[in-house]
């Protein structure tokens, strides 16, 4: 038998020149020699320490070089991992998100991995003893003195200080500084965060008496015991050993010493699963589940192939997903499954594991490093045949790879928003056509994209029409806030018709839940005297009284303010609390209905580890009346005795600069409505708003999917927009406002360049803008923006490349950088 840790596919046939990958942000991998000492334990997926100019730096090893005859080519310098950390099959993958998100191949991969494992090398900045010399000191330019008085406590790095001081610090003022001998920089090797954890084992050696019942004389009672637990089990850790032998410790050097026992370094797992499941069996499948699993389980292991299985709340998906799954274990091919962040993951990963047991591994940003760290590696010994993960699972080390599914495949949280931006949906299809795997995407309310793909033939389309057990969809019913204006303050919102519906509901001892898009207290807040909004110091933005906290927030960079500011603009003191968030729903509910036990769950109820878990867990047993959420209660969970959802006010995505406003509120609405009357009581949803006109609550009121489609497409159509356009869009951002709108509006004059040297690009592509973004500050960096629109994909990345590489765009780092953006979400 072979051993399956040493992955023999990963192996280089003996060559000396490999491509390698560095992590830095650059496009091309590099060439590198193999020194004999290492060719033994060389392999596609190891990381390698490489020289890098005058640094030393982890690159990742992607096969034998192509190009190697170039002159200088260097010596790796060492090998980081035993075995691979990905099976070479993930090799074109990487290449192929490289190339598609024109992102640098090593940062891929860097973001790919679980992250503290890389070793770098990191120049630290330390202040020299002579500098503290107060007199001295004196003499110095402002930031000079400001850099010395940063680094009194500790050194730090150049961003560390970066961030310090509040503001960038050219690299040319602090070799100015270590000049005239203030500071001093030493380049010194950052250790990984994480390893792997190993516990101690004992076994027996040779030595040991073959057998305790003639004891030797000069071994003591507690070691006899040792010695006899050892020659049971073989192998016993030390904790284990101790339960049996309490004194066991005590004995162990001695033991060794005299060459009876052996001790060593085993790796060991954490474990993040926190409590075990009771196992299930599948039940029969309803007619229609049958039909939708034999259609899928025929085209396991034939290749590529893609399905959108639409299928309304409660139509029993998850129990498809795992028919289907059990089927592609059980041809030995293993299983992706891709939820949205982070509340499904449990739920999902509850009713996987309580079929599949413990070959279920899970990846998704609730785990500790050191936990993911753990999950990575048991995947890559391929210990675990079913990966269950939001995003960034679909980099997950699966080798044979049968089936990737994609739950709830709509949902926004799929797309990364920061550092390497991909949509994990978009990639699991990637994957599966390299791996010749099955893709089957979830939803719902699929998304426009996804229903178009089917509509022209890219998937193959399958329904699931009806609830499982039956049970109606629940009734909507609209409420007009036009009507309500008259009302003043919260009475506007808690219609008479929504508390009716709320003290029925409680009444009957049923549960409610309450849903608005909108966390904090008040989130408008305005000066009672000039009128000036309160907003943010470093961001473009209005901050949101959150009244638990005390304290006005930023909800995109977090700075904050007491709760007892006055008007940065007049300074009264007299602010007006104006606008809602689920705070204030929840504080009038509760006053509302003193006896209810009420509960909220948002980002800011939910940010602890295990929160989440233990609020949906109250709400399953009963111990919550009324749930107060924003688009977290939206997602996926399964309630039988919610029976009435009111939506507070389905407006407040309707406005959003985005061609995607009307899908993302139809959908959430939808989804919303769908959590009403899933057990066997009959639901309800009472919708408020100020458009009932608008097509997409239209639709949702009517759960009617096709209906919102057929207008929705029309419009993205008549527009140019997707999946009629492919666009990317070029996030441009400072801290220095003139230079960021200089930067922004030249690389609006190379795109017009660019169209006038090239006739096609003149044909196909439409520049918009530069503008400034609809946030026009965030976290202190201004922000502008580009719009590269073209109905051909082909063309539309040439252009970009074109404009990126041959003018050299500065992708990361310096005073004004540009992120690329491919098919972009969240345009503001
Ligand atoms: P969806 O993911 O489509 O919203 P679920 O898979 O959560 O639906 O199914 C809804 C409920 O129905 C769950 O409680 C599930 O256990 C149950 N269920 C699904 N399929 C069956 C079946 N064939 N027989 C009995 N119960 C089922
Ligand atoms: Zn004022
Ligand atoms: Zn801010």
């Given amino acids: 038998m072979t051993d399956k840790r040493s992955h023999p596919e990963n192996k280089i046939s003996p060559d000396r020149f490999i491509e390698v990958a560095v992590s830095l942000p650059v496009f091309s991998t590099y060439t590198y020699s193999v020194p004999d000492a290492l060719q033994d334990a060389v392999a596609c997926g190891k990381r390698v320490l490489v020289p890098f100019g005058r640094r030393k730096i982890t690159g990742y090893v992607l096969g034998p070089a192509r190009n190697n005859d170039i002159p200088g080519i260097k010596h790796i310098i060492e090998i980081l991992d035993e075995i691979p950390l990905f099976p070479t099959a993930m090799i074109p993958f990487f290449k192929w998100l490289a190339d598609y998100y024109i992102h640098p191949l090593g940062e891929v991969i860097k973001e790919a991995l679980p992250g503290g494992i890389n070793l770098n090398e990191q120049i630290s900045i330390r202040m020299l003893p002579e500098s503290g010399n107060s007199y001295s000191r004196e003499l110095l330019p402002a930031p000079e003195k400001e850099i010395l008085s940063a680094l009194e406590t500790a050194s730090c790095t150049l961003p560390e200080l970066g961030r310090k001081l509040n503001r960038e610090i050219p690299s040319s003022l602090i070799c100015k500084m270590e000049k005239n001998g203030l500071i001093c920089r030493k380049r010194e090797l950052k250790q990984p965060v994480c390893r792997q954890k190993t516990e101690r084992f004992i076994q027996l050696a040779e030595k040991a008496p073959k057998s305790t019942q003639q004891p030797d004389a000069k ?26 032998v309490p004194t066991a410790n005590a004995h162990l050097r001695k033991l060794e010493a005299d060459g009876y026992i052996k001790v060593v370094q085993k790796p060991v797992y954490r474990d993040p699963f926190g409590e075990s499941v009771a196992p299930d069996y599948p039940p029969a499948l309803t007619p229609e589940q049958e039909q939708v699993v034999s259609q899928v389980i025929t085209h396991l292991g034939t290749g590529f192939n893609a399905f959108l299985l639409a299928g309304v709340t409660g139509s029993g998906k998850t129990e498809v997903y795992m028919h289907i799954a059990a089927q592609a274990i059980h041809q030995n091919l293993t299983v992706l499954v891709l939820v949205p962040e982070i509340a499904l993951v449990s739920e999902i990963e509850r009713r996987f594991r309580a079929r599949f047991g413990e070959c279920v591994a899970v990846l998704h940003s609730g785990l500790s490093t050191g936990e993911r760290f753990d999950q990575w590696l048991r995947i890559s010994n391929r210990e675990c045949p079913i990966v269950i993960g939001a995003r960034s699972a679909i980099f997950a080390p699966l080798a044979d790879i049968g089936l990737i599914i994609i739950d709830e495949e709509h949902d926004t949280s799929y797309k990364q928003e920061s550092r390497f931006r991909y949509n994990a949906r978009d990639m699991a299809i990637v994957r599966a056509r390299q791996e010749g795997a099955v893709a089957l995407l979830g ?4 998304s426009v994209q996804a229903v178009f793909n089917a509509r022209h033939g890219k998937f193959c389309e399958l329904s699931l ?30 219609t008479m018709d929504l508390q009716k519906a709320i003290k029925d509901t409680l009444d009957r001892n049923e549960q409610v839940l309450l849903f608005l898009n909108r966390r904090g207290f008040a989130s408008f807040p305005v000066c009672g005297n000039c009128g000036e909004p309160l907003k943010c110091r470093n961001c473009d ?15 995109l960079c977090g700075w904050s303010l007491p709760a007892t500011a006055v008007c940065g603009n007049c300074g009264s003191a007299s602010i007006k609390r104006l606008g809602m968030g689920t705070e204030k729903i929840e504080t009038v509910i509760q006053g509302l209905f003193p006896e209810a036990r009420v509960a909220r769950m948002d980002r800011d109820t939910t940010a602890r580890k295990g929160t989440l878990v233990k609020l949906l867990k109250s709400l399953r047993n009963r111990e919550i009346d009324i749930l107060i959420g924003t688009q977290m209660v939206a997602k996926g969970h399964d309630f039988p005795h919610i029976t009435l959802v009111g939506i507070i006010c389905a407006d407040l995505s309707l406005s959003f600069p985005d061609f995607r406003a009307g899908e993302l509120t139809f959908q959430v609405l939808a989804q919303v409505a769908g959590r009403a009357g899933r ?7 009472l919708l408020q708003t100020y458009n009932p006109d608008h097509f997409s609550i239209i639709a949702a009121t009517r759960h009617d999917f096709m209906a919102f489609y057929n207008q929705e497409i029309a419009f993205r159509k008549a527009f140019g927009y997707p999946p009629f356009a492919r666009m990317i869009q070029l996030k441009i951002s400072g801290r220095d406002m003139k230079k960021t709108a200089r930067q ?23 520049v918009l803008g530069p503008i400034e973004a609809p946030i026009t500050k965030k976290a202190n960096r201004f922000r502008w923006q580009l719009l590269l629109k073209s109905p051909s994909a082909e063309c539309l990345h040439r252009f970009a490349r074109t404009l990126i590489f041959d003018n050299g765009l500065n992708i990361s780092g310096g005073p004004v950088t540009v992120a690329v953006d491919v098919d972009p979400f969240f345009m503001m």
């Fill in 219 to 244: 071994l003591s009672a507690p070691k006899l015991k040792i010695l006899d637990a050892l020659a049971e089990c073989k192998e016993i850790s030390t904790p284990g050993l101790k339960e049996i």
């Fill in 465 to 494: 029409t009806k609830r499982v057990f039956a049970q109606e969809m629940p009734p909507i019913h609209v409420v007009d806030l036009r009507e309500h204006k008259g009302f003043r303050g919260i009475r506007r919102f808690i």
């Fill in 443 to 446: 939803s719902a309310t699929p």
């Fill in 541 to 555: 933005i209005t901050l949101t009284l959150h009244q638990k906290d005390n304290a006005y927030k930023c909800h």
């Fill in 679 to 685: 057990g066997s009581q009959p639901g309800q949803v």
């Fill in 744 to 766: 922004a509006r030249e690389i609006g004059a190379m795109c017009d360049r660019l169209k006038k040297d090239h006739p096609d690009f003149a044909q196909h592509i439409h």
